[in-house]
């Protein structure tokens, strides 16, 4: 039961380079979400796909792209790091309009 | 738009003790969800309990219970006979069903539990 996989579990980058964080569920559930979490502000929303193509905006989106052309994967891709970028990021999932989520274990991204 | 709030950053307890960890959120829908997640120093997100909105009985899961006060927007968490392993980061979390279906988390307790 792998649940939700997300690569790599640390990263360091530079500021300027492009950097992806992957998320792959193994559940096929429609919902799927980005959080970053940085301390005095728990989880925030980056972006989230209610299904395959179909994206839609978070909290704090900008610097961020998302893109889902399958249901288990839903890849975060930072264009241009930012050192305010540097928080630990977070993939979950949901299955349709009820349930509870499931997160995956969460990538710290260092910005440098 | 929904917010959480937290308002206790930190808080101890002796083992074997109880101890309550508060919330309270914002949300203009009827229909809505709640959450408590626990965050040990593995960083995974742990489900440790969950409470619809249109039950009235609060919701308990072995020593974890909540006081669900729907008309304040109060939604604590109680733990009895707190054990080491409670100790973590607790996040309260708020979820409308009617606005996209995406939570919003509180900014966290650290609980330490002493022995």
């Known amino acids: 039961d792998a649940g939700i996989t997300q690569s790599p579990r640390y990263k360091i980058t530079e500021t300027g380079r492009q950097v992806t964080l992957m998320c792959h569920q193994t559940?096929?559930?429609?919902?799927m979400f980005w959080y970053r979490q940085d301390l005095g502000h728990g989880l925030r929303l980056i972006y989230y796909s209610a299904a395959a193509d179909i994206t839609d905006k978070g909290e704090v989106p900008d610097g961020y792209v998302v893109s889902r052309s399958k249901t288990e994967n839903f890849p975060l891709t930072l264009e241009s790091a930012t050192r305010s970028q540097t928080s630990v990021y977070f993939c979950a999932s949901r299955q349709g309009a009820l349930g509870s989520y499931t997160f995956g274990s969460g990538t710290r991204l260092t910005v440098v | 738009a929904q917010t959480v709030t937290q308002s206790q950053p930190e808080m101890s307890v002796q083992e074997a003790e109880t101890v309550t960890l508060s919330c309270t959120y914002d949300?203009?829908?009827?229909?809505?969800?709640l959450f408590w997640y626990k965050q040990p120093p593995s960083r995974q997100m742990i489900l440790v309990i969950r409470q619809e909105a249109y039950k009235q009985q609060n919701a308990t899961e072995n020593r974890f219970s909540v006081n669900f006060q729907k008309a304040a927007k109060s939604f604590s968490l109680k733990i009895s006979d707190s054990q080491l392993g409670d100790a973590a980061m607790y996040f309260c979390?708020?979820?409308?069903?009617?606005?996209?279906?995406?939570?919003?988390f509180g900014e966290g307790t650290q609980l330490t539990v002493n022995p």
């Open positions: 559940w096929s559930h429609s919902y």
């Open positions: 979390a708020c979820d409308e069903e009617t606005s996209g279906s995406r939570l919003t």
């Open positions: 949300t203009s829908e009827s229909d809505y969800y």
